[in-house]
């Protein structure tokens, strides 16, 4: 089984992911870390791990400089893609939105420590009310600023 498991943790949890994703999937694995190029030898020592590749961007998101290294990811295919977090699933959207839009994956899960794979729901109750809230704060919040910026302006040419 090929997986592609994102370093979006602090290096040194690193390694419980690996030995977690070992014990959870028991198979024969092959096994490869994405990271940034400054803990590229910290990933290659960790135990299971078949391949490290880098990615030259601050965060896992497209940068227009580095299409030729995106299109090089993208030809790999991988039966599961795992992101790691810190148990807050929601701030890792950047990391999954650029796994769904830019590799060939069959299935991307979330590792929450201890031994926890968690699939992202696709529309969920809490997905519905962040885009309903989000949609009221356009319509009500953005009228309401212009018209206190109005307000506040008036006030300040009458006091002239």
Do not use: W
Not at 4 to 19: L, Y
Not at 92 to 119: A, G, Q, R
Not at 138 to 151: M, S
């Amino acid at each position: 089984m090929k997986i592609i498991i994102f370093r979006s943790i602090r290096p040194e949890e690193m390694g419980f992911v690996i030995s977690d994703i070992i014990e959870i999937y028991k198979k024969n694995l092959e096994i490869t870390i994405i990271s940034n190029s400054q803990n590229l030898h910290a990933m290659k020592n960790l135990s299971g791990v078949n391949n490290v590749i880098t990615f030259s961007g601050n965060n896992f998101e497209y940068y227009s400089n580095l299409e030729k290294e995106i299109n090089e990811y993208s030809k790999q295919y991988y039966e599961l893609a795992v992101i790691p977090t810190n148990g807050n699933i929601e701030t890792y959207d950047n990391v999954y939105n650029f796994t769904n839009k830019y590799f060939s994956c069959k299935e991307i899960k979330y590792y929450v420590y201890p031994k926890k794979l968690i699939t992202k729901e696709k529309i969920g109750i809490r997905k519905t009310i962040k885009k309903i809230f989000k949609i009221f704060t356009y319509i009500f919040c953005l009228p309401l600023t212009i018209i206190l910026i109005f307000i506040f302006y008036v006030i300040a040419f009458l006091k002239k």
